[in-house]
């Protein structure tokens, strides 16, 4: 009886992982949005009728529908293959059309994504740049503010306190200098 058990066990080990999908590979984005949301007129910001396009999403409909390439272009800028490009382009494109429709807020945020640059992000201006000056690495191209973060590929952000180093979890449109530490009521910053 264990002879048969353990060959049972071997082949049910062996069938499931053949039947595994491969892992997802980070799609390529070639540059962040300049802007994190799109919000229609009589909207207000806190509305909770909210549409959230991954970055890899925005990069679809910006290559095909604002650079105006074909899909199997923009799949090999990608880096994904031309059926996987399609589905991230249909669901890109009922996103913004239910926004269109019912009047919801877009927020581009999150995804399975990479930067072949490194691009930062700054938080007084709001400008999105790729070059930085050796001279001057922790200041911002256009308004020379130290506040600058380097623009992660990762989905969750955090905020810290500068005092007592407390981590808070970010919470989108609220930024992390207007936050109270909740241990020793000192200013947090984004981390």
Same mark, same amino acid.
């Given at each position: 009886?264990?002879?048969?058990?353990?060959?049972?066990?071997?082949?049910?080990?062996?069938?499931?992982?053949?039947?595994?999908?491969?892992?997802?590979?980070?799609?390529?984005?070639?540059?962040?949005?300049?802007?994190?949301?799109?919000?229609?007129?009589?909207?207000?910001? /806190?509305?909770?009728?909210?549409?959230?396009?991954?970055?890899?999403?925005?990069?679809?409909?910006?290559?095909?529908?604002?650079?105006?390439?074909?899909?199997?272009?923009?799949?090999?800028?990608?880096?994904?293959?031309?059926?996987?490009?399609?589905?991230?382009?249909?669901?890109?494109?009922?996103?913004?059309?239910?926004?269109?429709?019912?009047?919801?807020?877009?927020?581009?945020?999150?995804?399975?994504?990479?930067?072949?640059?490194?691009?930062?992000?700054?938080?007084?201006?709001?400008?999105?740049?790729?070059?930085?000056?050796?001279?001057?690495?922790?200041?911002?191209?256009? &308004?020379?503010?130290?506040?600058?973060?380097?623009?992660?590929?990762?989905?969750?952000?955090?905020?810290?306190?500068?005092?007592?180093?407390?981590?808070?979890?970010?919470?989108?449109?609220?930024?992390?200098?207007? /936050?109270? &530490?909740?241990? &020793?009521?000192?200013?947090?910053?984004?981390?």
């Amino acid at each position: 009886m264990p002879i048969i058990y353990l060959v049972f066990e071997n082949i049910l080990t062996i069938f499931v992982l053949l039947k595994m999908p491969r892992p997802k590979r980070h799609r390529k984005v070639l540059s962040p949005p300049a802007f994190h949301a799109f919000i229609p007129s009589g909207v207000g910001v /806190e509305s909770k009728e909210v549409v959230e396009l991954k970055l890899e999403e925005y990069e679809s409909i910006r290559l095909c529908d604002y650079d105006l390439l074909n899909h199997a272009e923009a799949c090999g800028l990608m880096n994904v293959s031309r059926a996987t490009f399609a589905r991230i382009y249909e669901s890109a494109r009922r996103k913004v059309a239910q926004a269109f429709v019912e009047g919801r807020v877009i927020l581009i945020q999150g995804g399975d994504f990479h930067f072949d640059e490194k691009w930062w992000k700054c938080h007084d201006c709001g400008s999105v740049f790729n070059s930085v000056n050796k001279a001057r690495e922790n200041e911002c191209a256009l &308004c020379s503010s130290d506040y600058i973060e380097e623009y992660s590929s990762s989905a969750e952000s955090f905020c810290v306190c500068v005092s007592c180093g407390y981590l808070k979890k970010h919470v989108a449109g609220h930024p992390c200098r207007e /936050e109270v &530490c909740p241990k &020793c009521e000192s200013k947090m910053k984004k981390k």
